[in-house]
């Protein structure tokens, strides 16, 4: 149990373009679903927390116009990187933690997508 | 904010080693995660071990809470634990992971 997927896995842009990630809890229900960012041989840095029914909290430093976070219900959250740049290539992390159990704030994370835009 | 450190950095092992992994953080967390990432990027969640002692098969982890560090132990590694271990920690009152730099693993045949 506690699987979550995202789609693409893999996407490759034009600058300027905008691009969706999904992200989908497939085995439980997520209030709360979280966006992560990571560079080549680096950490993951955390860029927002997605909330059902509202708006979301974005870090420090994440502009919330470019990062646009949609979480429409228990079990999908998307990510849409808005007039994509080449700075703006990296591997986004989505992760969801399962309501409702004992571990209530686990967290669950999908595989992935890797973003590059030329 | 909270500092989450890990060691080492990075570790080279003869097949058949044992290792030890620890995570040091600076404050009260209610969630303390340790996770495999794999090559092609999939977290992999090892430990959910906010405190206490935990085991599963060659791996097993534990958490002192009281003085702000988890260890993470690999016995009779193998080369399919290569890659990168990540701890990952939650404050108190907080949802959201802060996580380590990471230790790179490498085992060797």
């Known amino acids: 149990g506690a699987v979550v997927s995202q789609h693409p896995s893999r996407v490759i842009c034009k600058s300027g373009t905008s691009v969706k990630i999904e992200c989908r809890s497939l085995?439980?229900?997520?209030?709360?679903m979280f966006w992560y960012r990571q560079f080549p041989k680096k950490s993951l840095m955390l860029m927002a927390t997605s909330n059902e029914g509202s708006k979301a909290t974005y870090e420090q430093g994440v502009e919330k116009d470019k990062f646009l976070i949609n979480h429409a219900s228990l079990t999908l959250s998307t990510l849409t990187v808005t007039s994509a740049h080449p700075e703006d290539s990296s591997f986004y992390i989505c992760?969801?933690?399962?309501?409702?159990?004992?571990?209530?704030?686990?967290?669950?994370f999908g595989p992935g997508t890797r973003l590059t835009v030329l | 904010g909270i500092q989450v450190e890990q060691s080492p950095p990075d570790l080279i092992l003869q097949e058949g080693a044992n290792s030890t992994l620890r995570c040091n953080f600076s404050?009260?967390?209610?969630?303390l995660q340790w996770f495999h990432q794999n090559p092609w990027g999939q977290l992999i969640n090892l430990f959910y071990i906010p405190s206490g002692t935990k085991q599963n098969g060659r791996l097993s982890a534990t958490t002192v809470a009281t003085e702000r560090y988890s260890l993470l132990y690999i016995s009779s590694s193998q080369t399919t634990d290569s890659g990168v271990y990540f701890c990952?920690?939650?404050?108190?009152?907080?949802?959201?992971?802060?996580f380590g730099q990471g230790t790179e693993l490498s085992v060797k045949p």
């Open positions: 992760s969801a933690s399962p309501s409702g159990r004992a571990s209530y704030n686990e967290q669950f």
């Open positions: 404050d009260s967390v209610n969630n």
């Open positions: 990952a920690v939650g404050l108190v009152g907080g949802g959201k992971l802060i």
């Open positions: 085995d439980f229900q997520a209030t709360t």
